[in-house]
């Protein structure tokens, strides 16, 4: 009689994290502290698991929610003493590669896309297009750099500056996170590391940003045999209104442009 429960086969537990990071993921789902820190409990919570896998598919994101999800990663694995191994499939690009390097081990398929490493701020100025339609704009703050980079303003001398400051911290806290994880494995001098240039996945191994090629079922099987059980981890199901309808509100119309706008600059 076979009794799951009382195999003696490697466990390992496999947690699927896909798409943009984001505090609000949209309408199709993404990746946010919010969602992810619960699956990742459960995920470590598996009985008898020799090893959390972290299948990351992601473009990046929110800094700070990149930041969350790695710090959960790596809080668990030191409570639980557990390796993580995080495999990539199309990206772990910017705030996915953030993440990705939570892990104790990269794997990454030879067509993935990994790194971008670097901070980018983007947006529209439309003070003349406010003149040339007779619009007069009303704005009162209290706090002279309240309405800073205000679309509908002209550019200050001083927001150029202020802006460029602080992309330069947000891409120190980046930096210093991939040196603390990964920085004796890689191969090149920090200013071309670290300039937001990725590559395929066959080339990040060759240069340090992951370990080696291949895929979660793969991996677990070369690492724990292959009898290892692997044990999916779930988050909730979608209700049936938003499988159904899934892309009806504005909100989600935006979100998925600006889902596409950041799939599109890795060229996927």
């Not at 991939?178 to 240069?207: I, Q």
């Amino acid at each position: 009689m076979n009794l799951p429960f009382l195999s003696r086969h490697p466990r390992v537990a496999l947690l699927r994290l896909a798409g943009v990071i984001s505090p609000r993921p949209g309408f199709s789902g993404g990746i946010s502290a919010a969602a992810a820190l619960p699956l990742l409990d459960r995920a470590f919570a598996v009985k008898r698991a020799a090893a959390v896998f972290l299948v990351l598919n992601s473009p990046g994101g929110s800094a700070v929610q990149s930041s969350l999800v790695a710090a959960h990663i790596r809080r668990l694995a030191a409570e639980k003493k557990l390796p993580v191994i995080c495999c990539v499939e199309d990206a772990a690009a910017s705030g996915g590669y953030w993440i990705a390097c939570a892990a104790d081990e990269v794997v990454a398929d030879p067509a993935s896309i990994l790194g971008s490493i670097g901070v980018i701020a983007a947006g529209f100025g439309f003070p003349a297009a406010l003149e040339k339609l007779g619009v007069e704009r009303r704005v009162r703050t209290a706090g002279e750099e309240k309405s800073f980079w205000d679309p509908f303003s002209p550019e200050r001398p001083g927001d150029q500056a202020r802006l460029e400051a602080l992309l330069t911290e947000l891409h120190e806290e980046f930096r210093a996170w991939v040196r603390s994880r990964r920085g004796a494995k890689l191969k090149l001098p920090e200013a071309e590391a670290f300039s937001g240039r990725f590559w395929t996945g066959r080339r990040a191994v060759e240069l340090g940003f992951a370990d080696r090629l291949g895929d979660a079922v793969g991996e677990a099987k070369r690492r724990f045999g292959e009898k290892v059980r692997i044990v999916p981890v779930h988050g909730p199901r979608p209700g049936l209104l938003r499988r159904l309808l899934p892309g009806l509100s504005a909100e989600a119309v935006l979100a998925a442009a600006e889902e596409r706008a950041m799939w599109g600059r890795l060229g996927l």
